[in-house]
């Protein structure tokens, strides 16, 4: 989430403030005019050479924190700062300085901010505000991580019903077969991993899948399953890879006793 909000002018902070109960050198008051020159002037010596340009985003390799920034040409030496995690898409900062950016400006107006006297009091309002932003931004945050995660679980379960029938023998499946055996999915057996209160069929789209993990109790082997399913074993054995792959279940050896035993 996004942890600290900077605005700084000609070297000096304009508007500061912290949303967590996290501390760092941003929101360490007693050394924030010190960080805010030191920032802007980073910023200015990256712009003084045409290959490097403005600095967007700062990262430091002995933490998680992030800080991204957002120059304002339209105003000399003005630019808007934010500290986030890495839990956080930066691209939202980005959205969220530039929407920052925007109100400021409006609420404030370009003379007022142009001719600041140094008092960053006046600007206290705008807590409310970029509040009301970062909130908005952890939700879409959140729903584009859900988004995220739904594209891959969408994205393995449409291969579930086109994969070809090979590389059957999986590492923990390779164990000659005893006599009397038929088949090695008579030792396999599907067992779910699914909790009570999780609805798998939301992120599975096709009818076979979806009957295939119905059909599975813990007991029922892959060959099982085929004869009651009127499927092939490999067709059901490709399945069930992939619904491990989406932490739907996982698959059991057993040992079958035969006629000798």
């Known amino acids: 989430?996004?942890?600290?909000?900077?605005?700084?002018?000609?070297?000096?902070?304009?508007?500061?403030?912290?949303?967590?109960?996290?501390?760092?050198?941003?929101?360490?008051?007693?050394?924030?005019?010190?960080?805010?020159?030191?920032?802007?002037?980073?910023?200015?010596?990256?712009?003084?050479?045409?290959?490097?340009?403005?600095?967007k985003e700062l990262k430091l390799s002995q933490s998680n924190f992030r800080l991204a920034f957002l120059k304002d040409n339209s105003i000399p030496n003005l630019i808007y700062l934010a500290s986030f995690d890495e839990e956080t898409n930066s691209v939202n900062v980005e959205r969220f300085l530039k929407k920052m950016s925007n109100t400021f400006l409006k609420k404030y107006t370009i003379n007022k901010i142009a001719d600041w006297d140094g008092r960053s009091e006046i600007f206290e309002s705008f807590t409310e505000t970029v509040k009301d932003y970062i909130e908005k931004e952890s939700v879409q945050n959140k729903q584009d991580t859900l988004d995220g995660v739904f594209s891959l679980f969408k994205e393995i379960q449409s291969g579930i019903e086109e994969i070809p029938g090979?590389?059957?023998?999986?590492?923990?499946?390779?164990?000659?077969?005893?006599?009397?055996?038929?088949s090695i999915f008579q030792r396999i057996i599907p067992?779910?991993?699914?909790?009570?209160?999780?609805?798998?069929?939301?992120?599975?789209?096709?009818?076979?899948?979806?009957?295939?993990?119905?059909?599975?109790?813990?007991?029922?082997?892959?060959?099982?399953?085929?004869?009651?399913?009127?499927?092939?074993?490999?067709?059901?054995?490709?399945?069930?890879?992939?619904?491990?792959?989406?932490?739907?279940?996982?698959l059991k050896e057993v040992q079958i006793l035969t006629n000798s035993e």
């Open 1 to 55: 989430m996004i942890r600290d909000v900077l605005i700084i002018k000609d070297g000096l902070p304009m508007f500061s403030k912290n949303f967590t109960d996290r501390k760092n050198f941003i929101s360490d008051q007693s050394n924030l005019i010190l960080v805010s020159g030191f920032l802007s002037a980073l910023n200015s010596f990256s712009e003084e050479f045409e290959d490097l340009g403005s600095i």
């Open 166 to 182: 090979r590389d059957l023998k999986m590492k923990n499946f390779s164990q000659p077969l005893e006599k009397n055996v038929d």
């Open 191 to 250: 067992i779910s991993e699914i909790p009570e209160d999780f609805n798998p069929e939301f992120y599975l789209t096709g009818d076979v899948s979806k009957k295939v993990l119905k059909s599975i109790d813990g007991r029922k082997s892959i060959n099982t399953l085929s004869k009651e399913l009127s499927l092939k074993e490999d067709k059901i054995h490709n399945i069930c890879k992939n619904l491990v792959k989406l932490g739907f279940l996982r």
